[in-house]
């Protein structure tokens, strides 16, 4: 059964820092690009950062480029979101999605997704 589990969420104090991560199983991670994207109540979802199959190529929304990093480790079939200099403004629920990356900042290039983790910065 293919799977994508979230985790790493939690409360941090504006300005900190969180790293996400994204296991999973029942498919090899390496054979999809991959990509988080975060949703807060009554919002759509909202893309966040994607990266390629080989981890070659990244690409972030303007909201978060400088301060989110998005990496893989094929090997060990898991994806990361490290997250520093977090504002209020990063709450919401974080999920990773596995698809084939033809369209990297929607949510139709992505066929898989994890159950989400919440993210809440506040102090």
């Known amino acids: 059964q293919l799977q994508l589990v979230d985790s790493g969420g939690g409360l941090v104090q504006p300005g900190g820092s969180l790293r996400l991560s994204c296991a999973a199983s029942?498919?090899?991670?390496?054979?999809?690009?991959m990509g988080w994207f975060r949703q807060t109540p009554g919002k759509e979802r909202e893309f966040v950062a994607h990266?390629?199959?080989?981890?070659?190529?990244?690409y972030y929304a303007d909201s978060v480029k400088g301060r989110f990093t998005i990496s893989r480790d094929n090997a060990k079939n898991t994806l990361y979101l490290q997250m520093n200099s977090l504002k209020p403004e990063d709450t919401a629920v974080y999920y990773c999605?596995?698809?084939?990356?033809?369209?990297?900042?929607?949510?139709?290039?992505?066929?898989?997704w994890g159950q989400g983790t919440q993210v809440t910065v506040s102090s």
């Open positions: 029942g498919f090899t991670l390496d054979d999809y690009a």
């Open positions: 999605a596995a698809g084939s990356g033809t369209y990297a900042n929607t949510e139709e290039g992505y066929s898989y």
């Open positions: 990266i390629n199959r080989a981890g070659g190529w990244t």
